[in-house]
């Protein structure tokens, strides 16, 4: 039997194909609609010339066509390239140039960056319109079958964003991804008759693992939001008797944060994941006791398909942790020199097993730099604990070192977050002539809520050590975030008034 990826779809819809897969709103595709319109995708791409192999761009938003061609495109045995649908003509055209992608299916609202994009790659675009775009895939002479790929064979290519430099693309093969949405789907313990609510970018390897392959892989329902509200997403909770939520952290703080929360019936939630980033605790107890549900913190990365860790819903849950490892997988801390660390010394996390990428799409010596000793480097500094929980603290990138001291942003952001009036906080560090970094906050504030940067200060200082605590914060409506809510501390910066000289 194949190992294509594809095959947890037809497996599914010979199954239960009148169960409802996905839904947007009104529009509801059955498992047997998603099937054959995958078939027909892929006759669409065979006639264009794409085969086992070539690599299919895809750039659509939270809607039932980005499955249709994810499968599509896998059933042919070619390679899927998500992409982010707020990209650029420049960055389209890199992303397909750097992947060669013969094809892109783009969302008619961003038609012109992937025209512009793809003429510069000299990739075909199918623009992808509500009411053409099935003609087009009815007119399509259907491929049932699903193309032999192996296990070792690469699915999906994901570009991470990276700090710095070009974007690199993951290449995650049919093995890494299906056996990450088979651990996501018990972890979650979804299966027939759950309802998933798909507030998670499906380009993104979280909302695509955890949400689309784990729901096709149960046979349980996706309802989709394009783009994350609060207000919509507490709609849909309720509309849809959602069983499971899965967000990052500001998607968490935003529900419990609405005004009017407490009006929508969400009592049909049985489980919530969070991942992406560190979730404050205090963002984590108040959401369990406001919605009435336990929310397990997880972590990965793009490069492990993404899960790698979880506090699994059988096991003691530890708030601030990301868990233990998964099934099959292997995780531990190290020093600068890959040295092991006992319990409780801060090292880098360090990864392997079944989920890690296969490497860096034609970057040899990138992917030999992080897979050091058969491992993959994260670059996320971590503890663990006697029981072998890890707790993130922070990225090695993120460390602030203030007069030769290590300042970790995410321990001074939990303090900030309990303070009653802080919505959002995101600590950086800022250049400073004599510290070489000083400890900087920018804060956004709840709606109605008011507090100095002098009181914010002192709270601080009461709880952390001297050399910790913020001297400069400033205020902001809201903090930069990437396509998953995620904060984007790259894109802070501190204002003239506060920044040294």
């Not at 995958?38 to 794409?50: D, E, N, P, Q, Y």
């Not at 009435?292 to 849950?317: I, M, Q, W």
């Amino acid at each position: 039997m194949s190992a294509n990826l594809a095959t947890i779809l037809t497996r599914t819809a010979s199954e239960h194909p009148e169960q409802i897969a996905m839904k947007l709103d009104d529009v509801e595709v059955s498992y047997a609609l998603l099937n054959e319109g995958s078939a027909r995708v892929a006759g669409l791409l065979a006639a264009k010339g794409v085969g086992p192999g070539d690599r299919v761009g895809l750039m659509l938003p939270n809607v039932p066509y980005f499955a249709l061609c994810y499968y599509g495109a896998l059933r042919i045995g070619a390679i899927v390239v998500p992409m982010n649908v707020l990209l650029k003509g420049r960055e389209v055209g890199y992303h397909l140039r750097d992947s060669g992608a013969k094809a892109l299916f783009a969302w008619h609202d961003f038609g012109e960056a992937a025209r512009t994009g793809a003429g510069e790659a000299g990739t075909e675009v199918v623009l992808v319109a509500p009411g053409e775009f099935e003609q087009q895939v009815v007119a399509a002479e259907p491929i049932h079958e699903v193309a032999e790929r192996d296990g070792g064979d690469t699915a999906v290519i994901l570009y991470t964003s990276g700090t710095t430099g070009t974007p690199k693309g993951a290449e995650l093969t049919h093995d890494n991804l299906r056996r990450n949405a088979d651990i996501a789907r018990g972890l979650f313990d979804i299966g027939p008759g759950d309802v998933v609510l798909g507030a998670l970018p499906l380009f993104h390897s979280f909302g695509q693992t955890c949400a689309l392959n784990a729901c096709v892989a149960g046979g349980a329902l996706l309802t989709l939001l394009p783009r994350f509200d609060a207000t919509k997403a507490l709609e849909i909770l309720q509309r849809d008797a959602v069983t499971v939520f899965e967000g990052v952290p500001t998607m968490y703080a935003a529900l419990l944060n609405h005004p009017e929360r407490e009006r929508y019936d969400v009592s049909a939630l049985k489980v919530c994941a969070s991942g992406g980033a560190a979730l404050p605790v205090e963002v984590l107890r108040g959401f369990d006791e406001a919605f009435g549900c336990k929310v397990l913190e997880g972590y990965g990365l793009s490069e492990t398909s993404p899960v790698a860790s979880f506090n699994h819903p059988d096991r003691e849950r530890k708030p601030g942790s990301i868990g233990t490892p998964i099934e099959g997988v292997e995780m531990k801390v190290v020093d600068d020199d890959d040295h092991d660390l006992p319990p409780g010394e801060v090292g880098e996390i360090v990864i392997r097993g079944h989920n890690v990428m296969k490497g860096y799409w034609q970057r040899p010596d990138a992917t030999a730099e992080v897979m050091r000793g058969g491992w993959f480097h994260t670059g996320d500094m971590a503890r663990v604990d006697e029981d072998g929980y890890f707790f993130i603290v922070d990225r090695k990138k993120d460390l602030i070192i203030r007069g030769g001291y290590n300042v970790y942003p995410r321990e001074v952001e939990e303090v900030l977050y309990e303070h009653p009036a802080v919505r959002e906080a995101a600590v950086v560090g800022i250049p400073h002539p004599q510290l070489g970094e000083e400890v900087g906050a920018a804060v956004a504030l709840k709606e109605g809520a008011q507090v100095t940067a002098e009181q914010l200060r002192e709270y601080v200082r009461e709880q952390v050590a001297a050399y910790k605590y913020p001297r400069e914060i400033w205020f902001v409506d809201e903090l930069p975030k990437g396509p998953t809510g995620k904060i984007l501390k790259r894109e802070i910066t501190a204002p003239a008034e506060v920044t040294k000289a």
